[in-house]
T-cell receptor, first 116, second 108 residues
C-alpha cells in the first residue's frame, strides 16, 4: 500500500500564475482533505471532498478550489498566486464512517510551493 | 470546534515515558480527541484517538479524564525518533483544526 501520494514534491511559481497540486488517497479511503502549512505554523484546513463534492471549507478565498475524481483522487487549484501562498500543501485521506465521524486521517508528504 | 491548549515544549529522557498534556475544556459530547505528530519536514502522522474511554495502540496510550476536559498522551518508552511536534486536536472527525502543538525533544 503506497499510502497517500502527492505530486509534485516541490514547485516554484511566479506571482499571478495558477498552480495545480495532485493527491492520490490511501487505498480504501474515500475522503480527501487539503491543508496549508506555513513555515513554523500548524496545518490550516482548506477544504474536504467526499463523493466528488466539497463537504467542508476552511477560511480560504475562492482562489483556492478543488476537485475529486471518481477514483477518489483529488486536485487543489490555486489561482492568481500571491507571495503569501508559499507553503507546504498537505493532502490527507480518510474513510467516512457512521454518523459522519471520520476515522484517522493519513497525510502525504506534501508539496512545497514557493511563489516568487 | 473546541479549542485545545498544550505546553509549547517539553523534554524527555530517552527510554522514559513521555506524558503530553492537553486541555480541551469546551469539548462537546460528539467531539473526539485526536493526537497527531509531525516530524520535521514530513506530513503529520496519526497516533491515536478516543471519545470517552482510554485507548492504547502500538504507538501510545491516550488517557481522557472522566469529564473529558483534558487528556494525556503517553509514549511509554520514548526514543530519539519520537522527537517531533505533537498536536492534540478536538473535533467531530471532519476537518482537523491544528494548534501550535507541543515540541517534544527526546534527549539521550
Amino acid at each position: 500500500d503506497a499510502g497517500v501520494t502527492q505530486s509534485p514534491t516541490h514547485l516554484i511559481k511566479t506571482r499571478g500564475q495558477q498552480v495545480t497540486l495532485r493527491c492520490s488517497p490511501k487505498s480504501g479511503h474515500d475522503t480527501v482533505s487539503w491543508y496549508q502549512q506555513a513555515l513554523g505554523q500548524g496545518p490550516q484546513f482548506i477544504f474536504q471532498y467526499y463523493e466528488e463534492e466539497e463537504r467542508q471549507r476552511g477560511n480560504f478565498p475562492d482562489r483556492f478550489s478543488g476537485h475529486q475524481f471518481p477514483n477518489y483522487s483529488s486536485e487543489l487549484n490555486v489561482n492568481a498566486l500571491l507571495l503569501g501562498d508559499s507553503a507546504l500543501y498537505l493532502c490527507a485521506s480518510s474513510q467516512l464512517r457512521d454518523r459522519g465521524a471520520l476515522a484517522e486521517a493519513f497525510f502525504g508528504q506534501g508539496t512545497r510551493l514557493t511563489v516568487v | 470546534d473546541a479549542k485545545t491548549t498544550q505546553p509549547p515544549s517539553m523534554d524527555c529522557a530517552e527510554g522514559r515515558a513521555a506524558n503530553l498534556p492537553c486541555n480541551h475544556s469546551t469539548i462537546s459530547g460528539n467531539e473526539y480527541v485526536y493526537w497527531y505528530r509531525q516530524i520535521h519536514s514530513q506530513g503529520p502522522q496519526y497516533i491515536i484517538h478516543g471519545l470517552k474511554n482510554n485507548e492504547t495502540n502500538e504507538m501510545a496510550s491516550l488517557i481522557i479524564t472522566e469529564d473529558r476536559k483534558s487528556s494525556t498522551l503517553i509514549l511509554p518508552h520514548a526514543t530519539l525518533r519520537d522527537t517531533a511536534v505533537y498536536y492534540c486536536i478536538v473535533g467531530p472527525g471532519g476537518k482537523l483544526i491544528f494548534g501550535q502543538g507541543t515540541e517534544l525533544s527526546v534527549k539521550p
